[in-house]
């Protein structure tokens, strides 16, 4: 017995399939068709990222500014080492808060508190060279202002 071949599909002989090429390029098509629709509506624009979200450019910090960052840290006592207190990471998240705002005012530079932390735990922990040396130019600012300090406020004379 002899098999017969299927019958020819009249639609699929009048109408070939497009290969996946094709309807891959006319998905992408339509695609971007409707974000360019979606896109020239004003009345519902795309959602922007709160302002907590957005990220400052890492770039590096210079000397200055880390002297400027030890100079605030050290003052408050950031890292808790003379006593317990109660709330330690608000207090930490405050000094912090500090330290932006003056490297914003002094310098124009934004970093975020983030940042900040983990150049500061650097510092402590791998860069002991660079922590002292910006240790020693506070120590030698902090003697210049007391020595500047004495001569213009002489004692009154007994």
């Known amino acids: 017995m002899r098999e017969t071949p299927p019958a020819p599909d009249l639609l699929s002989s009048l109408f070939p399939t497009p290969s996946l090429s094709v309807q891959w390029g006319e ?19 795309e959602p922007q990222m709160p302002r907590s979200w957005r990220r400052f450019k890492a770039s590096n910090i210079s000397f200055v500014e880390m002297v400027e960052m030890v100079d605030i840290l050290k003052r408050p006592d ?8 109660p709330n330690p990471n608000v207090r930490k998240a405050k000094i912090m808060a500090k330290v932006v705002k ?15 932390r983990k150049r500061w735990s650097d510092l402590k922990l791998r860069e002991h060279y660079q922590y ?27």
């Open 27 to 45: 998905y992408m098509a339509e695609k971007e068709q409707v974000h360019a629709d979606s896109s020239s509506n004003d009345e519902s624009p």
């Open 78 to 85: 950031y890292d808790g080492k003379h006593g317990p207190y």
């Open 102 to 116: 003056s490297l914003r005012w002094n310098f124009g530079v934004r970093r975020s508190k983030d940042q900040l």
């Open 132 to 158: 002292r040396k910006i240790k020693r130019v506070l120590q030698k600012r902090e003697k210049r202002l007391r020595t500047s300090e004495d001569t213009r406020d002489p004692p009154p004379p007994k």
